[in-house]
């Protein structure tokens, strides 16, 4: 009975240990912090929320229970702050999961145990993870809202995100290597040394005709330059502010010009839009408008946009009258064309039209010319015909019985003939 005791506490024990998880750091490689498949986000309405983007699209929430790391002060009293945080193309390695509104996590299991590394504003990543990245310190975890922007786009995942789904992301930054620049709330030098950074790289690319690394390098800095945190607005001077306008100004009006470089004219109005929002009389965001509405046929738009750019006082004025006059003579020669085309579809409708006349009249005249046959051909097969009831005088002198139908015609017959011998008679006395 012992024995049997002690083999089923074995068992049990046996059980009970391979339920546990393991403490193998290469089958877990971080302790989970949410385990279940839904959660109740409740919670999220007792942390502080701080937008890091002007449009709301990415706000953070600060996780009480997670480790911050918002000053550290090395051995000699020197603030090592700026060192806590990831810069711009810091290459970053992080833990994250993400949820719905109703806390269903979004990523698969295994997902949520594997560290993702990837380069800060710079790889292809959910782009609300850049900017979620940028505001954690080394080792901190904190919950974001993503709108749909910032996450998979309005449309949605099939089977995993809803259209217009607001999505919740925990991120834990495991660590990073910083290069220059830095992306902080509060760091206007930081962001001024990215965006000169993201110009430079462009314009070498540029200079080098590899027109698509130089479009991915000022769309970095675009896009820095179109979120800036509500925290660094509120801080930075009107000075320091127009320097950041002017950055972003001459940024767009680079990556437009590299997208006509590259044929890509729809994404080119796009940077341009971003300029003239800024400054609706920039000379050569109005021109590359004109280049663009030009090569996208839009020709009278064209036109209007090269007259804008001369009156905004653009120096290459030539070359504005050049392309006007290009609209102009284009438009000219394609008003020509399609009077061409719409003339031969009228001719060819009004042959169509006349060779249908023409069928229809020798239709009706065949028509007419059977009807004459047949009418022809009754009257010869009545002319033929020797009526039944007709009988001739010998047969009225013979007693041939008829019928009184026959009556009338007999009788005019036996007095023509009664003439007639009458008159043969007469002239055989004489």
Known sequence: MEASKNSTTTQETSQDTSSQPTNNIQDVPYKKVIEDEFIDMSFIQSLTAVPLTED???????????????????????????????????????????????????????????????????????????????????????????????????????DLVAPNAILYYKIELVDFTNEKGTLANDDYDGRIVIFNECREKGNEAFQKKEYERALKEYKI?????????????????????????????????NAAMACIKLNKYQEGLQFINIVLSVDGKNAKALFRKGQCEMELGNLEQARVSFEESINAGNPEKNECLRNIHLCQRTRKTKAKDEGQVYKQIFERMAAEEEKELKEKKLQEKIERKKEREKLKNEGEDKGKEIPKNTVNVNQLLEGTVIDSQTTDFAQIQISNDLDLSQKQSEGVKS
């Not at 700026?82 to 999961?97: G, H, N, Q, S, V």
């Not at 782009?127 to 940028?134: D, F, L, N, P, R």
């Open 56 to 158: 709301n699209g990415v706000t953070k929430y600060i996780d009480s229970n997670s480790t911050q790391k918002q000053d550290i002060s090395d051995q000699n009293g020197v603030s090592a702050k700026e060192e806590t945080k990831p810069k711009y193309r810091a290459r970053c390695r992080i833990l994250f999961e993400g949820r719905t509104e109703n806390g269903e996590l979004v990523e698969k299991e295994r997902q949520r145990k594997q560290l993702k590394a990837f380069k800060l504003m710079e790889d292809n990543m959910i782009k609300g993870i850049h900017y979620a990245t940028a505001s954690l310190n080394k080792g901190e975890t904190g919950w974001f809202r993503f709108t749909p922007e910032y996450h998979f786009g309005p449309q949605g995942v099939q």
């Open 221 to 253: 800095g675009v896009n820095i330059t179109k979120n800036l945190p509500k925290e660094l607005l509120s801080k930075i001077t009107e000075e320091q502010s127009n320097v950041i306008k002017d950055l972003k100004l001459k940024l767009a009006n």
